[in-house]
């Protein structure tokens, strides 16, 4: 497996406290959230290999030694169109991850400061 996946991976790796290969390896024992994430994250990837794969599509398209021409053109409109739907879809993956990222840090914050039994802010009286 890559090292990196996609951009967020060092977001994911800091919000979930593993690595995105620790991340993939939770199947059991992981908190809900944790999975959320995981989930996220794989559709993340799915959706990045997507974008890459149609990416690759429309420059073939365009590279084809072929006279330019009303299909031509066609090709290349449907082609870009499907490439900007893959990319819309991407964006909207990223978009949940990082919401559910932002949100686990967010429960593991508070969760930690009710464990921690200092108050900040509060001082003894003399």
Not at 22 to 44: M, P, Q
């Amino acid at each position: 497996m890559p090292t990196s996946l996609t951009r967020l991976d060092s977001r994911v790796e800091a919000a979930t406290g593993v690595s995105i290969a620790a991340l993939h390896a939770a199947e059991v024992g992981a908190d809900e959230a944790t999975i959320r994430i995981r989930d996220a994250y794989r559709a993340l990837v799915r959706a990045e290999t997507r974008a890459a794969f149609e990416r690759v599509r429309l420059l073939i398209c365009a590279d084809r030694q072929r006279r330019v021409d009303d299909q031509l053109l066609e090709d290349l409109s449907t082609q870009l169109e499907v490439l900007e739907d893959a990319a819309a879809a991407r964006d909207e993956a990223e978009r949940d991850l990082l919401a559910l990222t932002r949100e686990h840090k967010l429960v593991s914050a508070a969760a930690a400061a009710q464990t921690d039994p200092a108050v900040p802010g509060v001082g003894r009286a003399r």
